[in-house]
């Protein structure tokens, strides 16, 4: 953190920063048994997730996982110290959280919308990783038009029985937990939604499938729901309220806020990485750091990094927003295409050798680059894709005629 926006910290959060960062410093995870996915969302295995489970419960319970959630809810009770926790464990490289889903749009979510009971029930054992969740939004006919939900609950007394399908559930094969929209209503597009907190993990009628990646990796799912029960008293918020509560998921999801955690994972300097992999790739005469046009390429990567940590700092300022979803709207879109265009340029610097995969020996960075690659077509997908982001930028925050 530079020293100007040091000075911006309270006296508070100079000293959670000290903490939080002696105490990575101390308790560094031991090197993992298996190799790691690059994200949560494409964690496999069972020594995977075992593995990111206790780092998490490690991080939650030093301090630096649900640090600005109220105390009553398992929260640190803090403020504005979740960004902090969240920089630190990225700057120090640790594996990121496995309970993405959960931390980032769950908690967020549960404490806007949820009952006492609820908030008291899901938040602690999701902030401490001991409960997974997963999302359930996306379904085979309703992906950007999120409004055309097909999975239907019908009220039955204090039950509903849900039927549907939804599908590229990310975690869904390890969630006890999902954040579920379904119809309760054939007579309204948008008020004949509702949220519910379903259960998943062995619930009678649900199934779960995983769905393998071009990557080889499983770690989205389709989840069927056969005549699964679900109590009235997980439904969160009002009947045909689920299109605002969705929304407000969406809106941490989209990274308008920190939400309960997000750290590790993405180094914060992947512009070095770049730097190295191109010094270490020899080419007919030096190296690939050699090359003026790679050089150039990278340079414009930094370029890009740079505006992106300013535009980052821009969102904490008031009065340079003037429109509350302009930055992270605009943050996701410039995101995730800067992570492609990254792992882009890391395979063409590799040359020939990006063509060699995880297991190989031989692979640069252990195979890294084609990997991230391959992945980062779906972070301009997911979360609502870039086109999507684009209109709504267009329409919403720059007052554009609508696109049809
Ligand atoms: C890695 C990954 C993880 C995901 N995890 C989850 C999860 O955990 N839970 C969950 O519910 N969902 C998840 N999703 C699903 C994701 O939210 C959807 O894929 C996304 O919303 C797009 O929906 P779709 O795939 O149905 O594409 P479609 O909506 O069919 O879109 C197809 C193409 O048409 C374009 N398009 C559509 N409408 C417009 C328009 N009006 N203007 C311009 N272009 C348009 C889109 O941009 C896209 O390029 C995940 C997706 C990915 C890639």
Known sequence: MAADEKSKLSDEQIEFQEYARNWLADNAPPPPPVRLPITAIEVMTVEQRDYLQAWQKKCYEAGLVGCDI????GGGGREGCQRIANQEMSRAGVPFLINIIGLSMAVPTILVHGTEEQKKKFIPPALSGEEIWCQGFSEPGAGSDMANQQTFAEKRGDEWIVNGHKVWTSLGHFAKWMILIARTSRDHKYDGLSYFLCPIAGHEGVTVRPLVKMTGETGFNEVLFQDAVVHDSLRLDEVGKGWTVAMTTLTYERGASEGAGSGGGEKVHPIQHLIQLAKSTKRESGTAADDPVIRDRIVQQAIVSEAMRQSQRRARVEALCDHPMRIPLQGKVTVTEFIQDNARLGVD??????TLYKLDPNAPDAGHWPLAYMNSYGNTIAAGTNEIQR???????LG?????
């Open 349 to 354: 610097i590799a040359g020939a050798a990006s």
């Open 400 to 404: 554009m005629a609508k696109s049809k």
């Open 391 to 397: 209109n709504i930028l267009g329409e919403r925050v």
């Open 70 to 73: 109220p105390k009553e809810y």
